[in-house]
């Protein structure tokens, strides 16, 4: 081994779930990720002695030790925000939608539940709103603007409408904020520059605090911030750490 050793890690982080008897399931890449730390706290209690006149300290005793981890996170995808907002993600397959109600307002836009839509026909009871005349629609979003000129949504009264559509695949459909606190296991694999050691580093279990921010507009790359309090597994091997084990 040199004697020497300096550590300049990159690699991937695989997040895997654990259920209530510690049982993991298979581990999923989470994406690119620019920072993995683990943060260590303790307190200590002082104790000073009282016959020098100098009251110096004659022990230092920890009386408490927490253990957390920071993840930051460049891959912003379905699966990261749900487990980041206490959610879940679903893929969504295309679909036709009959008699989707809206309530549209003169001058307004109304939205329908998809985006990327066709074949689409808008209704007021039995009569047909026409395209250009009654509305505009953004198809890539998924809206339709009443105009002002029309002679079927007039005043300003919410009036009632029905719609039918074809909208496109939908990769994640997230419902976000739904869940409680979960555990999970994480797995750093990477090399460090310095000499293309592999590391491995292994947090048994993690619960994932809800991240604080979700930043819909910026003017950088957009970063999932996601903390956490390392917990001790209790189905470690005896003589095996039960909070984190590294390899290099």
Not at 5 to 20: E, H, L, N, T
Not at 212 to 228: A, M, Y
Request: hydrophobic residues 40%.
């Amino acid at each position: 081994m040199a004697d020497k050793y300096f550590a300049v890690p990159q690699g991937k982080v695989y997040i895997a779930s654990r259920d209530a008897n510690g049982q993991t399931s298979g581990f999923t890449w989470i994406g690119d990720t620019d920072g993995f730390t683990i943060t260590t706290t303790q307190q200590y209690l002082d104790i000073q002695e009282s016959y020098s006149g100098n009251r110096g300290t004659v022990a230092h005793i920890p009386t408490s030790s927490d253990y957390a981890a920071e993840l930051s996170i460049l891959n912003i995808n379905g699966e990261n925000l749900a487990r980041a907002f206490y959610g879940e993600s679903a893929a969504v397959a295309g679909a036709a939608v009959v008699g989707e109600a809206v309530t549209a307002f003169n001058g307004q836009m109304s939205a329908l539940k998809y985006p990327d839509v066709s074949a689409v026909t808008v209704k007021k009871g039995a009569t047909t709103l026409v395209a250009g005349t009654d509305y505009t629609l953004d198809a890539k979003f998924g809206t339709i603007t009443i105009l002002p000129g029309s002679t079927q949504v007039t005043g300003s009264t919410g009036v009632a409408l029905t719609v039918d559509y074809t909208h496109g695949a939908i990769a994640s459909r997230m419902k976000l904020l739904t869940q409680g606190l979960k555990d999970y296991t994480l797995r750093f694999e990477g090399v460090s520059k310095f000499d293309d050691l592999a590391q491995v580093g292994v947090i048994h279990r993690i619960a994932l605090d809800m991240a604080q921010t979700l930043s819909l507009i910026g003017t950088g790359v957009n970063k999932l911030v996601v903390k956490g309090k390392l917990l001790p597994a209790a189905e470690q091997p005896a003589g095996e750490s039960q909070y984190f084990t590294y390899l290099q």
